[in-house]
């Protein structure tokens, strides 16, 4: 039992959100734009056709930074079969997904309420007819299963606090600004082979005022 504390306050205490939760990018050509960028995997499974990227932006100047346009550098898609999902497609896709995450999300929950119950009964069991073993391996499932639960959310929070909301403005090739000594997040959907595994993209940034520069970072 404090053992299944003690691992559920830790996994607490970490789940502080940052920056930049993915990796950091490094600039292949040296330009003067003021900016830190990284980027990470979202929500990755193996076997999958698509592959969700959050990327963060950050402004490390003092006035503002306009990023007029954003675009990812994939070798010939009918060589790699790489290509970012735009359009209908990515509206396809989105409602696609979300039907899937009911599902899941539905057959999780329904696991764990019955998870709930077993612990329950168990201690109720054990306390009648004076088990006290069986009382403390109810008592430790019924725990686990609050804990999973709560640790469930925390995750929840987090992702939310270092991910960017999937909304079309928020897509990667859209023209956004970054305020000052602030940061800004944004995604991009990208369709792949099942079998392949992205480690590593590329993409070109041009500022409003014509500064380029392309960036290089291993996911």
């Known amino acids: 039992m404090k053992r ?3 691992a559920f306050a830790v996994l607490t205490l970490n789940a ?4 930049h939760p993915g990796k950091m990018g490094a600039s292949l050509k040296n330009s003067n734009i003021p900016l830190k960028i990284s980027a990470q995997k979202v929500d990755q499974k193996e076997n999958e056709a698509f592959q969700l ?9 003092d006035i503002w930074l306009k990023i007029h346009s954003v675009r990812m550098v994939i070798n010939d898609p009918s060589i790699s079969k790489v290509s970012v999902v735009m359009g ?3 509206k396809d896709w989105a409602l696609a997904m979300e039907a899937r995450v009911r599902k899941e999300s539905y057959n999780t929950n329904m696991a764990m309420v019955g998870l709930a119950a077993v612990g329950a009964a168990a201690t109720a069991y054990g306390l009648y007819d004076d088990k ?5 391996a109810g008592a430790a499932t019924l725990v686990g299963a609050g ?3 709560a640790t469930n959310k925390s995750k929840s929070n987090l992702k939310k606090a270092t991910t960017s909301d999937t909304l079309p403005n928020n897509h990667l090739y859209q023209t956004f600004s970054v305020p000052a000594k602030m940061f800004a997040r944004r995604w991009v959907l990208l369709n792949k082979p099942s079998d392949q595994n992205i480690d590593k993209i590329i993409f070109d940034v041009e500022t409003i005022e014509g500064d380029k520069d392309t960036y290089e970072i291993a996911l």
């Open 132 to 136: 006290p073993d069986v009382a403390i």
């Open 53 to 61: 990227v959050d990327v963060t932006i950050e402004n490390m100047s």
């Open 4 to 6: 299944l504390l003690l």
């Open 147 to 149: 804990a999973w639960a």
């Open 88 to 90: 209908r497609d990515l």
């Open 16 to 19: 502080c959100a940052t920056t």
